[in-house]
């Protein structure tokens, strides 16, 4: 049930975001503990300042993706503008800078594709979501709290 074109990072947010969107709510258990195995290859610190630029590709590729999906333009436009431009100085002073270059450069390929899966949300899980802010957080207006409300 998660969307295949996201494949990795970022898919159970849109897949929240879905859910929300039907009428379901995501319970939170304060007190539970979850162990995620993973491979260390994508996550770790390459050095002191450096991370990895596959990791920072698929998160700039489906960050984009996600608000194309599922927020309106109004929305869109720019907060995608700032999140692009923050990700390109993040990347830039974690020498991953060529990652984000390809995950923009990748989300605007898939744009044909997306625009034809888009399902906005309706007006409250938007709201909910920060209206994109929550997913696009770098240089976002709003500082959203765990809930989506503004803090």
Same mark, same amino acid.
């Given at each position: 049930?998660?969307?295949?074109?996201?494949?990795?990072?970022?898919?159970? /947010?849109?897949?929240? &975001?879905?859910?929300?969107?039907?009428?379901?709510? /995501?319970?939170?258990?304060?007190?539970?503990?979850?162990? %995620? +195995? %993973?491979?260390?290859? !994508?996550?770790?610190? $390459? =050095?002191?300042?450096?991370?990895?630029? $596959?990791?920072?590709?698929?998160? +700039?590729?489906?960050?984009?993706?996600?608000?194309?999906?599922?927020?309106?333009?109004? %929305?869109?436009?720019?907060?995608?503008?700032?999140? /692009?431009?923050?990700?390109?100085?993040?990347?830039?002073? *974690?020498?991953?800078?060529?990652? +984000?270059?390809? #995950?923009?450069?990748?989300? /605007?390929?898939?744009?044909?594709?997306?625009?034809?899966? *888009?399902?906005?949300?309706?007006?409250?899980?938007?709201?909910?979501? =920060?209206?994109?802010?929550?997913?696009?957080?770098?240089?976002?207006?709003?500082? &959203?709290?765990? !809930? #989506?409300?503004?803090?």
């Amino acid at each position: 049930m998660f969307e295949e074109i996201l494949y990795i990072y970022s898919h159970e /947010i849109e897949f929240s &975001m879905r859910v929300r969107n039907a009428g379901y709510k /995501i319970p939170f258990a304060a007190d539970s503990i979850i162990r %995620h +195995v %993973h491979s260390n290859k !994508n996550r770790e610190f $390459k =050095g002191k300042y450096k991370i990895d630029t $596959k990791k920072q590709y698929y998160f +700039v590729r489906n960050n984009l993706i996600i608000l194309y999906l599922h927020f309106s333009f109004v %929305h869109i436009i720019l907060r995608s503008i700032r999140y /692009i431009i923050g990700s390109l100085m993040f990347g830039f002073t *974690r020498s991953a800078f060529s990652g +984000v270059v390809k #995950g923009v450069v990748s989300f /605007i390929l898939l744009l044909p594709l997306l625009l034809k899966k *888009r399902v906005v949300l309706h007006d409250a899980v938007q709201k909910e979501y =920060g209206n994109g802010g929550a997913v696009a957080s770098f240089f976002s207006m709003v500082n &959203m709290d765990l !809930n #989506g409300r503004e803090s």
